[in-house]
């Protein structure tokens, strides 16, 4: 952490006054970082911290980019950080990131056993962890998560807020060519006339009790 401050005995005295102060500047390095990924995702960014304070994982959202509906910040700095640690539990670390974890990223969040979740703006509509519904003390929860929001939440908030008035104003026209590309795929794909499957059987011996019939999907026919 000593690269992270400018000043440990300055940066030790201010702790005292403000526990939260480490978890303001890493949140401060997460906003400039999510201010490049919102040029062509959602500005969401998040890191894991060990117990000694060091970044073991980061991740920004990637799933438009990458198409992945599991492309979300916190999942992906969980791999990486899983890879670092060499394991799969988190007690002792931290996760921050600037948008309250949605529902499946608080569960996968639990699922990992991490010890604290520090976030700065909340999400009313999707958040795991008391937008909608607080997931870290829920009766199906089997592991309680300490969690701090409100980090730097004005400024959280403004970032998405102007990234979604972005983008309300954007005109088609306009839209990134992975969009556009996706969009003239679904059109051409919803015009192709599907041909019937034929049903096969499992290879099994002469011996053995008929099998039941499955089907190949349509995709994997060749």
């Given at each position: 952490?000593?690269?992270?401050y400018e000043n440990e005995n300055s940066n030790a005295t201010s702790n005292i006054l403000d526990p939260k102060s480490k978890?303001?500047?890493?949140?401060?390095?997460?906003?400039?970082?999510?201010?490049?990924?919102?040029?062509?995702?959602?500005?969401?960014?998040?890191?894991?911290?060990?117990?000694?304070?060091?970044?073991?994982?980061?991740?920004?959202?990637?799933?438009?980019?990458?198409?992945?509906?599991?492309?979300?910040?916190?999942?992906?700095?969980?791999?990486?950080?899983?890879?670092?640690?060499?394991?799969?539990?988190?007690?002792?670390?931290?996760?921050?990131?600037?948008?309250?974890?949605?529902?499946?990223?608080?569960?996968?969040?639990?699922?990992?056993?991490?010890?604290?979740?520090?976030?700065?703006?909340?999400?009313?509509?999707?958040?795991?962890?008391?937008?909608?519904?607080?997931?870290?003390?829920?009766?199906?929860?089997?592991?309680?998560?300490?969690?701090?929001?409100?980090?730097?939440?004005?400024?959280?908030?403004?970032?998405?807020?102007?990234?979604?008035?972005?983008?309300?104003?954007?005109?088609?026209?306009?839209?990134p060519n992975s969009v556009s590309k996706r969009f003239n795929n679904l059109l051409t794909l919803s015009s192709l006339e599907?041909?019937?499957?034929?049903?096969?059987?499992?290879?099994?011996?002469?011996?053995?009790?008929?099998?039941?019939?499955?089907?190949?999907?349509?995709?994997?026919?060749?």
């Amino acid at each position: 952490m000593s690269n992270f401050y400018e000043n440990e005995n300055s940066n030790a005295t201010s702790n005292i006054l403000d526990p939260k102060s480490k978890y303001k500047r890493w949140m401060k390095f997460i906003l400039r970082r999510s201010k490049e990924v919102g040029k062509v995702e959602l500005p969401i960014s998040a890191v894991i911290l060990d117990n000694k304070g060091r970044c073991i994982g980061r991740g920004s959202n990637r799933r438009n980019k990458n198409s992945d509906p599991l492309g979300h910040a916190e999942l992906i700095a969980l791999k990486q950080a899983s890879l670092i640690k060499n394991d799969w539990r988190f007690n002792d670390c931290v996760i921050i990131t600037n948008l309250e974890p949605c529902t499946m990223c608080s569960s996968s969040l639990i699922q990992a056993r991490m010890g604290k979740v520090v976030y700065g703006a909340s999400d009313k509509k999707r958040g795991g962890l008391g937008g909608s519904i607080n997931l870290s003390i829920h009766k199906s929860s089997h592991h309680k998560m300490e969690v701090i929001g409100g980090i730097l939440e004005k400024e959280c908030e403004l970032d998405i807020k102007l990234w979604f008035k972005n983008l309300r104003n954007q005109k088609t026209v306009n839209l990134p060519n992975s969009v556009s590309k996706r969009f003239n795929n679904l059109l051409t794909l919803s015009s192709l006339e599907l041909k019937p499957i034929n049903p096969i059987r499992h290879t099994l011996p002469d011996n053995s009790p008929n099998p039941l019939p499955i089907s190949i999907p349509y995709f994997l026919r060749r």
